[in-house]
């Protein structure tokens, strides 16, 4: 599966942003799709994944409450609503998948996949 990442973009902090993933490939709704982000200097991290299904959703205790991920798989695309965004929410945000079907992980070294990335900006 080859992933796009867009949305991105500049806000002040309390605004709100949404994420898309497009996907193109192979069967896209048998596999999960998550949302990770890296900050200058820090680990790229994990944010949320929904399941092939849309049935399981896990996110990072950081966004809980505020960030929403969804899937519409007959547009091929995974969605990152972000609510009340904060500062610290600063990062370039990439969308990944995993190298096989019907695989469900928050390891970021399960994810082989990778989008291009996309660049959320929150001022204080």
């Known amino acids: 599966v080859q992933l796009q990442a867009s949305g991105g973009g500049l806000v002040q902090a309390g605004e709100s942003l949404r994420l898309s993933c497009a996907a193109s490939?192979?069967?896209?709704?048998?596999?999960?799709i998550g949302w990770f982000r890296q900050s200058p200097g820090k680990e790229r991290e994990f944010v949320a994944v929904?399941?092939?299904?849309?049935?399981?959703?896990y996110y990072a205790d950081s966004v809980k409450g505020r960030f929403t991920i969804s899937r519409d798989n007959a547009k091929n695309t995974v969605y990152l609503q972000m609510n009340s965004l904060k500062p610290e929410d600063t990062a370039v945000y990439y969308c990944?998948?995993?190298?096989?079907?019907?695989?469900?992980?928050?390891?970021?070294?399960?994810?082989?996949?990778w989008g291009q990335g996309t660049q959320v900006t929150v001022s204080s």
């Open positions: 929904v399941r092939w299904d849309g049935g399981r959703i």
């Open positions: 490939g192979r069967a896209f709704s048998n596999y999960a």
């Open positions: 990944a998948t995993y190298s096989r079907p019907n695989v469900l992980s928050t390891q970021i070294g399960d994810f082989v996949s």
